[in-house]
């Protein structure tokens, strides 16, 4: 894993370090099951401050990036973040919830697609 920690960009060291590691993540650079450096190892390493380095770790655990496993350690999270599964259990509910009050397919989407549109302002 290499990182690079640029202090005249605009981006606090926290986010450089989040951003990094979920590109990598994503890409393939980090597998899944990869174990990440102790926040204290990684944060030595970069010159950053151990809070700084736990601040992305913890923004990385919430996106379902890495995933803590107590004393054994960080790991790149298996494929999917934890909000695509939520948002996965949510569209089965939907459906589930749709198909029971008769809906048909064409109806049941247009009503996701509206909601998206107001969602996302669109």
Known sequence: MTLKIHIDEGAPPYEQV??????????????VG?????????????GLA??????????????GVIETRGRNGTFVAAAGSAAEREAASAAQAYADRAHRL?????????????????????
Request: hydrophobic share 40%; proline share 3%; net charge negative.
């Open 18 to 31: 989040r951003a990094q590691i979920s590109e990598q993540a994503r890409s393939g650079v980090l597998p």
């Open 34 to 46: 990869y174990r990440l450096p102790t926040v204290r190892g990684l944060a030595e390493s970069l």
């Open 50 to 63: 151990a809070n700084t380095v736990a601040k992305a770790y913890r923004a990385l655990e919430t996106d």
């Open 102 to 122: 008769g809906l048909g397919e064409e109806e049941a989407l247009a009503a996701v697609r509206d909601a998206l549109r107001a969602a996302y302002g669109d």
